[in-house]
């Protein structure tokens, strides 16, 4: 077993970005080094996330991911294959989908995952909203959410379209939570749920 000891760990020198320089197997990945010293490494990883919240790491294979595919009750592979059963069975989307999860976990234990993504979806949207400042990475850009958000909260409610800029509000507030490394439960484009949240 490898004893682990972080020793004066600095970011701005121990953590290496290399932009420029793309993972074998996917661009989505980043690459974990331990070492002795300078010159000794001890262990290399290279972890990829493939989507959907699921993270493999090099070498791993999909195989138990697309067993667990072909045993769900809805197997599908597109919107469109999600919403033609929806459509043959009459059930909302959120119905054929609880089926499909509870395959490999219990009812309590989705609804308590969920309850937790929806309590770290809030949270990251609240520091996204009333965190000032400049981004990290070099670019001096302004975080653009806390403006708005106190204009919005001073705004007539009864205008009919407040609720789409709240809408893109919330969008601007988690993505700068991404992009200054926060904790954050949907992918940069807004579009996936993850379970990166223990």
Request: net charge negative.
């Amino acid at each position: 077993m490898l004893e682990t000891q972080l020793v004066n760990f600095d970011c701005e020198k121990d953590l290496i970005f290399q932009r420029d320089d793309l993972l074998p197997g996917h661009s989505n990945g980043v690459r974990f080094t331990a070492y002795k010293s300078p010159e000794e490494e001890l262990v290399s990883k290279i972890y990829y996330s493939i989507g959907g919240g699921f993270i493999l790491a090099e070498g791993e294979q999909r195989s138990e991911r697309n067993a667990i595919a072909t045993t769900v009750p809805y197997p599908f592979h597109s919107a469109a294959g999600l919403l033609h059963f929806c459509k043959k069975h009459q059930q909302p989307i959120w119905a054929l989908m609880l089926e499909n999860e509870r395959i490999e976990h219990s009812e309590d234990d989705i609804r308590g995952q969920l309850f937790h993504v929806w309590q770290t979806i809030k949270h990251c949207t609240s520091r996204g909203l009333q965190t000032e400042g400049i981004l990290p990475g070099g670019l001096e850009v302004r975080r653009r959410a806390p403006q708005p958000y106190r204009g919005l909260c001073n705004r007539n409610a009864s205008d009919p379209l407040v609720i789409m800029d709240w809408i893109n509000l919330f969008a601007i507030a988690v993505n700068e939570e991404n992009a200054a490394g926060g904790r954050v439960v949907t992918a940069p484009t807004n579009g996936a749920a993850g379970w990166f949240l223990q």
